[in-house]
């Protein structure tokens, strides 16, 4: 069965720590994104990925920085935390351009 | 560009009542349209997906949607509510004049009385 995994699903981290958020996909999938979901903003791009090594930025990508070294994961880094980061992330692959993606659990990040 | 509009951010329905979220996109070459629901803490699944064929899809939990370019519209409905249907519903396009980007609307909550 399908499976992306998201390594916290809860998450508390102080004003201008680093956070490191990884996401793992069994599917070996080219594409990986990474999204924030806020209420009434639905979902928003941050990066993504269809390569190793390769990244793209999305909507909102101020603040974030990512990393795939290895095909099956995708990891999202906040420099330094914000308290505007405060959010749900969710992390997705797909196979190809276009196709349906499949999402991780999500990450409820609090910065306080 | 395309974009996506869903009508409403919330909807009540009664159970066993008919269930129509409405999504209407914007795009200038065929897309591929999805519809995802999400349950209280956890991800995005799919529920249907539109390609190309028929232009009604049949989908996950009963749940189906029909393709219609003239109106530009793929509403998502369902003949009977269930407790259980009470999430939040995400309309989503991609068209490879974004780079096959998948485009998410904004949402809409569904509430299912008893």
């Known amino acids: 069965d399908v499976k992306v995994t998201q390594s916290s699903r809860y998450l508390v981290k102080r004003t201008g720590e680093k956070v490191f958020l990884e996401c793992v996909q069994d599917m070996d999938h080219e594409n990986m994104f990474w999204y924030r979901q806020d209420p009434g903003l639905g979902l928003r791009l941050i990066y993504f990925?269809?390569?190793?090594?390769?990244?793209e930025k999305g909507d909102i990508p101020e603040g974030y920085s990512v990393s795939r070294e290895k095909k099956e994961r995708f990891s999202l880094i906040l420099e330094s935390a914000s308290t505007n980061q405060t959010s749900m992330y969710l992390c997705a692959s797909s196979s190809y351009d276009g196709d349906e993606q499949y999402f991780g659990p999500g990450t409820r990040l609090t910065v306080t | 560009a395309q974009s996506v509009t869903q009508l409403g951010s919330h909807v009540s329905v009664s159970e066993g009542a008919l269930v129509l979220l409405r999504c209407n996109y914007s795009?200038?070459?065929?897309?591929?349209l999805f519809w995802y629901v999400q349950y209280p803490n956890q991800g995005l699944q799919l529920l249907l997906k539109y390609t190309t064929g028929a232009t009604l899809v049949k989908g996950i939990n009963g749940f189906e949607a029909e393709f219609k370019k003239s109106e530009t519209s793929f509403h998502l409905t369902k003949p009977s509510a269930h407790m259980s249907d009470a999430a939040e519903y995400f309309c989503a396009v991609s068209a490879p004049t974004g780079g096959f980007k998948t485009i998410f609307g904004a949402g809409t909550r569904l509430f299912v009385k008893a």
């Open positions: 795009s200038s070459v065929p897309p591929y």
């Open positions: 990925s269809y390569d190793v090594k390769m990244k």
